[in-house]
């Protein structure tokens, strides 16, 4: 059974830096792409940045690029995001998700998601 | 960038059928995928590729795709079935993944 653990999240300042990390578990880590999702409180989805399986492509939504940084580590089945200069506007539930390959168009969902791990940003 | 569209909410019956439209200029050509968000609980796919369902999801759920509208359809609507559902497509212009705002559905 696929897993991932969130965790990492917090209550931080306005222009602070937070580092949440995601450990996964039940299936071959290197053969799937990983993003993350957010969800600020009563609010949609928003998806942050994905991340290919060697780490060769990586994609950020505009309002968290030059910002933020999504990263993996193979070996240790763990996937990372590095946030930096943190807005009111970053709150959110911040979602581990695997990346599951379309049939039809060559995109990508989002086939297992993790519980989340809160971010707050404070002014 | 790409503009996913939602009603806010649906209401319906306990066994009556729920259709969730989801709106985009030439959805058609996309792969849609749908997601059910119950209260508390983190987001689950329901169907994927317009169509087709993961292991464990009921066919009570269908998806449809054509011209500027996808259609997710839950048949035989049950009190479990009460949660927010999104859309989601590729937007390969940029390589960026585009939720829709979600749909609440309400079991009357």
């Known amino acids: 059974e696929v897993h991932l653990v969130e965790s990492g999240g917090g209550l931080v300042k306005t222009g602070g830096s937070l580092r949440l990390s995601c450990a996964a578990s039940g299936f071959t880590f290197s053969s799937y792409s990983l993003a993350w999702v957010r969800q600020a409180p009563g609010k949609g989805l928003e998806w942050v940045s994905s991340?290919?399986?060697?780490?060769?492509?990586?994609y950020y939504a505009d309002s968290v690029k030059g910002r933020f940084t999504v990263s993996r580590d193979n070996a240790k089945k763990s996937l990372f995001l590095q946030m930096n200069s943190l807005r009111v506007e970053d709150t959110a539930l911040y979602f581990c998700?695997?990346?599951?390959?379309?049939?039809?168009?060559?995109?990508?969902?989002?086939?297992?998601w993790g519980q989340g791990t809160l971010l707050t940003v404070s002014s | 960038s790409y503009v996913l569209t939602q009603p806010p909410s649906v209401s319906v019956a306990p066994g009556q059928t729920a259709r969730i439209p989801c709106g985009g200029s030439?959805?058609?050509?996309?792969?849609v995928h749908w997601f059910q968000q119950r209260p508390g609980q983190a987001p689950r796919l329901v169907v994927y590729?317009?169509?087709d369902r993961p292991s464990g999801i009921p066919e009570r759920f269908s998806g449809s795709n054509s011209g500027n509208t996808a259609t997710l359809t839950i048949s035989r609507v049950e009190a479990g079935d009460e949660a927010d559902y999104f859309c989601q497509v590729w937007h390969s212009l940029r390589d960026h993944k585009v939720f829709g705002p979600g749909t609440k559905v309400t079991v009357l």
């Open positions: 991340i290919s399986r060697s780490s060769l492509y990586i």
């Open positions: 590729d317009d169509s």
């Open positions: 030439d959805i058609g050509s996309k792969s």
């Open positions: 998700v695997r990346e599951g390959d379309s049939a039809k168009d060559g995109g990508y969902y989002f086939d297992n």
